[in-house]
């Protein structure tokens, strides 16, 4: 079964300093990699795809094969860049989506 | 255009009884998911429906459980009896078309069971 990690609970950066969110996943084919975003008081939105190699917010994320990683890096962290991310994993034989524990992000000035 | 509304936001009940939250998804999208945080763990899949059919409920925890999708619109997910370990935060979510389509995520019900 596939599974994803997060190993980190809470991520504490400076605003201004390099981010990079880590989170690993288990699955022997070829998954589809997600970061899912939550901000204080909103709901769970999509941030990026790895399938779309897009650039949002000033965050990307490239998936290792080898690694089976699928970190989310930013450069500079922003105030408004804290809040819940989540790394999820759809296999797209099964559409749904399996989730990691979530990382909070905390940028302080 | 409206997103994936979920009602009640919030719901407190005692262990033993009955409880039904609603998801009405975006409209137009087939597909149809429930998730579900328990607390200090993963959000973790539920069920998924295609239109009315449902498609997988391989992480429907037990048959306290229970989802229907009439007509292929709005979805009720109903715990009969509640139990404690039951609370979380109840989340739904809809997308338009394939497996790799974006989904979009409700607000969530928050489930207390005391």
């Known amino acids: 079964a596939q599974r994803v990690t997060q190993p980190e609970k809470l991520l504490s950066v400076f605003k201004g300093a390099p981010v990079e969110l880590k989170c690993n996943y288990s699955?022997?084919?070829?998954?589809?990699l997600f970061w899912y975003v939550q901000y204080s008081r909103q709901r769970l939105q999509l941030l990026l795809r790895?399938?779309s190699r897009e650039s949002i917010k000033g965050f990307t994320a490239d998936l290792n094969k080898g690694e089976t990683s699928f970190h989310l890096k930013k450069p500079f962290a922003q105030e408004e860049d804290s809040a819940m991310y989540y790394c999820?994993?759809?296999?797209?034989?099964?559409?749904?989506?399996?989730f990691g524990t979530g990382t909070r992000l905390q940028v302080t000035l | 255009e409206a997103g994936v509304t979920q009602f009640p936001s919030h719901s407190v009940i005692e262990k033993g009884q009955t409880v039904t939250l609603r998801c009405d998804p975006i409209?137009?999208?087939?597909?149809l998911y429930w998730y579900r945080r328990v607390m200090g763990k993963e959000i973790k899949f539920l069920l998924h429906?295609?239109?009315?059919?449902?498609?997988?409920e391989s992480g429907m925890p037990n048959n306290r459980f229970l989802a229907e999708r009439t007509g292929g619109t709005y979805s009720t997910l109903k715990v009969q009896p509640a139990e404690l370990e039951d609370s979380g935060v109840y989340f739904c979510?809809?997308?338009?078309?394939?497996?790799?389509?974006?989904?979009?995520f409700g607000p969530g019900t928050r489930l207390t069971v005391l």
């Open positions: 979510a809809s997308s338009q078309g394939g497996p790799w389509d974006e989904q979009f």
């Open positions: 409209s137009g999208h087939d597909n």
């Open positions: 429906f295609v239109k009315e059919s449902k498609q997988d």
């Open positions: 699955y022997s084919g070829s998954p589809e």
């Open positions: 999820a994993l759809n296999t797209g034989t099964a559409s749904k989506l399996t």
């Open positions: 790895h399938i």
